[in-house]
């Protein structure tokens, strides 16, 4: 039996990780003493850097006050106005925020509250979603079978709902045929979008639910101009609603509030977590339409759902702080300039890399895409874990950043996901893309010997 080094149940189950012992701004302080630049804020999470004394003070301000009152009996001051804040200008329509723990909890209830919906409406036929292959919803069972992460999924397989059914996603760089325009992809992905509809039985399609930017299974992936309105179409000439996932993509990360507002179009029902709170907390929320919630409030008047921590009055405390902290401090238009810095910078170093295939991104949200040859796009030797290595190389010259593999088909393609903190200076996005390319040209001079 080897040796145990750690009773936490990690990850991995052979290694225990180094010990985050501190962190401010964009770094992060290991017990080995390595100040190691957060390039990727974790998993697109840290939005605000670590330590922000603003929503540090906000906690405990509120820890002081309340921590914890459950929503079966009392709200919280923190939670009405988070609310507020999120919703109270009813973005696109989405009138109602309910808050959960993380993007999982958010997309369960998106899906629950869909279901919900149309059975308040007279319509309980409607029970089929779909989703896209080559995206991530989340781990939780319902989660996992909406989204089209085929690694992550076959495990559990045999556990997971037939209600969901996938589609070619909106990936030109491996999905775009040779010759074909933009419009013409749209149209062919509109046009499988509506034989899905047709095949399941038009009115028995509850909603059709995707990510705007697709985050880890893909790798910052934006869709074609007009995509979004052709796929909003199909759901509203079907009667069917438009569940987006902006967990990832979400609350400023592409340089907008909400991703969906650079695509001329507007959910139904939104999930966001990660830049919610920015870590300072576990939270995520569902954003629902008034037209949803006023038909189950004219119904049966509760949605059939819920969690312990719904609206955890510290959570809502954090993430208000963290909303607030963007506003007053302009960082949508932080987020603009160095995205463009961050585009510019990547571009300069893997543009004519002979094993970058692919840069691609929006805001402060971006990724490049490995491949063994550029002109076949022909993606590394999956059993090389490239992605796992460059992780690996990247975190011993202090830099975080968040690899992935089966970038293609859940199998084959590994590329690099940045998403640095807003408050990253341009110096910073300067260091982060020269480390990356340290890491990248070292990995890769070990793997072609």
Same mark, same amino acid.
């Given at each position: 039996?080897?040796?145990?080094?750690?009773?936490?149940?990690?990850?991995?189950?052979?290694?225990?990780?180094?010990?985050?012992?501190?962190?401010?701004?964009?770094?992060?302080? !290991?017990?080995?003493?390595?100040? %190691?630049?957060?390039? &990727?804020?974790?998993?697109?999470?840290?939005?605000? =850097?670590?330590?922000?004394?603003?929503?540090?003070?906000?906690?405990?301000?509120?820890?002081?006050?309340?921590?914890?009152?459950?929503?079966?009996?009392?709200?919280?001051?923190?939670?009405?106005?988070?609310?507020?804040?999120?919703?109270?200008? @009813?973005?696109?329509?989405?009138?109602?925020?309910?808050?959960?723990?993380?993007?999982?909890?958010? %997309?369960?209830?998106?899906?629950?509250?869909?279901?919900?919906?149309?059975?308040?409406? =007279?319509?309980?036929?409607?029970?089929?979603?779909?989703?896209?292959?080559?995206?991530?919803?989340?781990?939780? +069972?319902?989660?996992?079978?909406?989204? =089209?992460?085929?690694?992550?999924?076959?495990?559990?397989?045999?556990?997971? &709902?037939?209600?969901?059914?996938?589609?070619?996603?909106?990936?030109?760089?491996?999905?775009?045929?040779?010759? $074909?325009?933009?419009?013409?992809?749209?149209?062919?992905?509109?046009?499988?979008?509506?034989?899905?509809?047709?095949?399941?039985?038009?009115?028995?399609?509850?909603?059709?639910?995707?990510?705007?930017?697709?985050?880890?299974? !893909?790798?910052?992936?934006?869709?074609?101009?007009?995509?979004?309105?052709?796929?909003?179409?199909?759901?509203?000439?079907?009667?069917?609603?438009?569940?987006?996932?902006?967990?990832?993509?979400?609350?400023?990360?592409?340089?907008?509030?909400?991703?969906? @507002?650079?695509?001329?179009?507007?959910?139904?029902?939104?999930?966001?977590?990660? =830049?919610?709170?920015?870590?300072?907390?576990?939270?995520?929320?569902?954003?629902?339409?008034?037209? *949803?919630?006023?038909?189950?409030?004219?119904?049966?008047?509760?949605?059939?759902?819920?969690?312990?921590?719904?609206?955890?009055?510290?959570?809502?405390?954090?993430?208000? !702080?963290?909303?607030?902290?963007?506003?007053?401090?302009?960082?949508?238009?932080?987020?603009?300039?160095?995205?463009?810095? +961050?585009?510019?910078?990547?571009?300069?170093?893997?543009?004519?890399?002979?094993?970058?295939?692919? %840069?691609?991104?929006?805001?402060?949200?971006?990724?490049?895409?490995?491949?063994?040859?550029?002109?076949?796009?022909?993606?590394?030797?999956?059993?090389?874990?490239?992605?796992?290595?460059?992780?690996?190389?990247?975190?011993?010259?202090?830099?975080?950043?968040?690899?992935?593999?089966?970038? /293609?088909?859940? /199998?084959?393609?590994?590329?690099?996901? +940045?998403?640095?903190?807003?408050?990253?200076?341009?110096? $910073? *996005?300067?260091?982060?893309?020269?480390?990356?390319?340290?890491? /990248?040209?070292?990995?890769?001079?070990?793997?072609?010997?």
């Amino acid at each position: 039996m080897a040796a145990r080094t750690s009773r936490v149940l990690h990850r991995s189950l052979r290694e225990t990780p180094p010990k985050a012992i501190g962190g401010e701004g964009v770094y992060l302080f !290991a017990e080995d003493g390595r100040r %190691i630049i957060d390039a &990727s804020g974790g998993a697109a999470v840290s939005c605000l =850097g670590h330590q922000h004394p603003r929503v540090i003070a906000a906690m405990a301000k509120q820890a002081a006050t309340l921590a914890y009152a459950h929503t079966a009996f009392f709200s919280s001051e923190p939670a009405e106005a988070l609310a507020e804040v999120l919703v109270g200008h @009813e973005p696109g329509g989405l009138a109602y925020a309910y808050f959960v723990s993380g993007g999982s909890e958010a %997309i369960e209830a998106s899906i629950k509250l869909a279901r919900q919906y149309f059975i308040e409406r =007279g319509e309980p036929q409607r029970q089929h979603f779909i989703a896209r292959r080559q995206s991530y919803h989340g781990n939780t +069972l319902g989660a996992l079978a909406a989204g =089209g992460n085929a690694w992550r999924r076959a495990p559990y397989a045999p556990l997971l &709902s037939a209600a969901f059914s996938h589609v070619t996603p909106a990936f030109a760089y491996h999905e775009k045929s040779e010759g $074909e325009s933009d419009a013409q992809f749209v149209a062919r992905l509109a046009a499988e979008l509506e034989a899905e509809f047709q095949r399941l039985g038009p009115g028995t399609v509850a909603a059709f639910l995707a990510e705007p930017v697709v985050g880890a299974t !893909a790798g910052a992936v934006t869709a074609p101009d007009g995509y979004f309105k052709a796929m909003r179409e199909i759901c509203d000439r079907h009667g069917a609603l438009l569940i987006l996932d902006e967990v990832m993509c979400g609350m400023g990360r592409t340089g907008t509030t909400h991703a969906w @507002e650079q695509e001329g179009v507007a959910p139904d029902i939104q999930a966001i977590a990660k =830049g919610l709170g920015g870590g300072y907390q576990p939270i995520g929320a569902m954003l629902a339409s008034g037209k *949803i919630v006023d038909t189950i409030r004219a119904g049966s008047g509760a949605f059939q759902h819920g969690h312990t921590y719904l609206a955890h009055p510290l959570a809502c405390a954090a993430a208000l !702080a963290v909303q607030n902290v963007i506003r007053e401090d302009g960082l949508l238009d932080q987020v603009r300039e160095r995205g463009r810095q +961050l585009e510019q910078r990547l571009t300069e170093r893997f543009g004519n890399h002979r094993h970058v295939g692919d %840069i691609r991104g929006r805001g402060l949200f971006w990724a490049i895409e490995l491949v063994a040859d550029r002109a076949s796009r022909t993606s590394f030797d999956p059993a090389l874990k490239l992605h796992q290595k460059i992780k690996a190389e990247a975190l011993a010259n202090g830099l975080g950043c968040y690899p992935g593999g089966g970038t /293609v088909d859940g /199998v084959r393609g590994d590329h690099v996901l +940045l998403a640095p903190p807003y408050i990253a200076s341009a110096d $910073e *996005i300067d260091l982060i893309v020269d480390r990356l390319g340290t890491a /990248v040209d070292n990995v890769l001079r070990s793997v072609n010997h």
